[in-house]
Structure formats: structure tokens, C-alpha cells
């Protein structure tokens, strides 16, 4: 498959487009700080892809300033009072050290994480990272399904993990497919569009 590339900067916004074989232009915003990259078919010209950024350029703007605000976050502690994203929605955590298994539930703008007595913020993220990962893995057991029959691909196999740069990655040769464990933090629409594409 062969690509050529080009920067462009389009209100302000620098852009970088790679030209490929494919059929549909696809716009990405990639983390930590928001690098917006275009995917375009060959036959589109600069001034195609131009018109088709300035269109997407709120959602665009809107992802970007998600991406930034994420990125000056202050390193978590795992204490009470400190704010935690799920599924796009912010929640206050509030921790409680009792005896018995560790345990994160919802309740209202809480996130109430029960942990043992004397436990380390290390052990309470891990808790966390891993209660964010079985709820992203119960939405894309329905997602995937969902999509590999309208789009009639199938998924042989598919797993999260932790991303610095990326919200998914996809080997065509192997089908192997990953999804970055942020996305937990992200809106539910984020996500499907994350399968979709």
C-alpha cells in the first residue's frame, strides 16, 4: 500500500495527513496532547481534506481540551477528595479503610473505593485500573458483537492494555486487536467509535 504525507494547519489547528489506498477519510485525535492526524484517500486533493477538517473542527477542539486537561492532571494519590473520570462522567473519590475485600462501587458523583487498612495508593490505582478494566471489557463484549455483525468483519481476538500514544491498535495480518484501558474514563461514544473505526 503505498502513502504519501503532508502537514497542514487549518485555523490554527496543525495537521498531519497521510494519503493511503483506502476508501474513507478517517479524522483521529491522538493522545497525550490532542496530534491531530488525517487519514485521506489518494484521490482526495488538499483542499478536499482542508473543507473536511474545518467541518470536524469542534469535535476536534472539544477532544483536544479533553486530551490537554488529562495530561495536567496532577499525579494521582488515591485519596479521598481527588477526581476520577468514568465513561466521560467526573466523580469524587471517597476512600474507606476497613477490614475485608477491596472494592470500588458508584454511588451518585462518588466513586467509594473500600480498601484495606494501611493500604498504598499503588495497590489503590492497581485496585482502580483493574475495576476499569472488567467494566471496559463488559461494554466491549456487547460492542464487539454488536459491530462485527453489521460490518460483517470479525474480531478473532481482542484485548486492553495500557497506551501511551494511542486509543487502539489493529494487526490486519494476525486481527489482533487493542484497546487502550483509558478509555474506561472516556465517553461511551468515544469508545464505540474506537470499535467502529
Same mark, same amino acid.
Given at each position: 500500500m503505498s /502513502? /504519501?504525507?503532508? /502537514? &497542514?494547519? +487549518?485555523?490554527?489547528?496543525?495537521?498531519?495527513?497521510?494519503?493511503?489506498?483506502?476508501?474513507?477519510?478517517?479524522?483521529?485525535?491522538y493522545p497525550p496532547l490532542g496530534k491531530v492526524r488525517v487519514a485521506a484517500p489518494q484521490r482526495l486533493n488538499e483542499e478536499q481534506v482542508r473543507l473536511a477538517v474545518i467541518q470536524r473542527l469542534p469535535w476536534i477542539r472539544q477532544h483536544r481540551l479533553q486530551l490537554q486537561?488529562?495530561?495536567?492532571?496532577? $499525579?494521582?494519590?488515591?485519596? /479521598?477528595g481527588e477526581s476520577h473520570y468514568v465513561w466521560g462522567v467526573r466523580y469524587r473519590l471517597k476512600v474507606t479503610e476497613r477490614a475485608g475485600r477491596a472494592q470500588i462501587v458508584l454511588s451518585g458523583e462518588r466513586l467509594l473505593l473500600s480498601v484495606p487498612e494501611g493500604s498504598t495508593?499503588?495497590?489503590? &490505582?492497581?485496585?482502580?485500573?483493574?475495576w476499569q478494566r472488567s467494566e471496559l471489557r463488559a461494554r466491549l463484549d456487547v460492542l464487539i458483537p454488536k459491530w462485527e455483525a453489521i460490518i460483517?468483519?470479525? +474480531? $478473532?481476538?481482542?484485548?486492553?492494555?495500557?497506551? *501511551?500514544?494511542?486509543?487502539?491498535?489493529?494487526?490486519?495480518?494476525?486481527?489482533?486487536?487493542?484497546?487502550?484501558?483509558?478509555?474506561? *474514563?472516556?465517553?461511551?461514544?468515544?469508545?464505540?467509535?474506537?470499535v467502529v473505526h
Open positions: /502513502t /504519501t504525507s503532508a /502537514t &497542514l494547519s +487549518v485555523r490554527e489547528v496543525e495537521v498531519e495527513v497521510v494519503y493511503k489506498d483506502i476508501k474513507n477519510l478517517h479524522i483521529g485525535v486537561e488529562a495530561a495536567r492532571q496532577s $499525579p494521582r494519590e488515591m485519596v /479521598t495508593s499503588e495497590s489503590r &490505582l492497581r485496585l482502580l485500573q483493574d460483517g468483519q470479525e +474480531v $478473532p481476538f481482542w484485548s486492553i492494555r495500557r497506551m *501511551k500514544t494511542r486509543w487502539g491498535s489493529c494487526n490486519p495480518d494476525s486481527g489482533r486487536v487493542w484497546f487502550n484501558l483509558e478509555l474506561a *474514563k472516556k465517553a461511551p461514544r468515544c469508545l464505540e467509535y474506537i
